[in-house]
Nanobody, 121 residues
Framework: QEQLVESGGGLVQAGGSLRLSCAAS????????MGWYRQAPGKQRELVAA???????NYADSVKGRFTISRDNAKNTVYLQMNSLKPEDTAVYYC???????????????WGQGTQVTVSS
């Protein structure tokens, strides 16, 4: 069964760093875009960063210059390096990936279970 498994969340003081990882597993032909979203209590889920299969990246304005998204296509893994963390970065972070299970299969959208990131002031 196809799934995304995240790791790397936790509690950190403001100004600190964390690195999130997300590995896709199961029957995967090729992964298109991968990304990270977050949802804070009482707020809608928002895009944090995304990366295409070719390595083109896109960031939310609030994290530009502080967060870096990268991927290892051989490992079907996406990373999010988060530096200079702020209390407002506190949220559940979700991994997202679009991929097909075979060459002529439809592309589907997959989500991880979420990992909590808490930044204390």
């Amino acid at each position: 069964q196809e799934q995304l498994v995240e790791s790397g969340g936790g509690l950190v003081q403001a100004g600190g760093s964390l690195r999130l990882s997300c590995a896709a597993s199961g029957s995967i032909f090729s992964i298109n875009a991968m990304g990270w979203y977050r949802q804070a209590p009482g707020k809608q889920r928002e895009l944090v960063a995304a990366i295409t299969s070719g390595g083109r990246t896109n960031y939310a304005d609030s994290v530009k210059g502080r967060f870096t998204i990268s991927r290892d296509n051989a490992k079907n893994t996406v990373y999010l390096q988060m530096n200079s963390l702020k209390p407002e970065d506190t949220a559940v972070y979700y991994c997202n990936a679009d991929f097909a299970k075979c060459r002529f299969c439809a592309v589907h959208d997959y989500w991880g279970q979420g990992t909590q990131v808490t930044v204390s002031s």
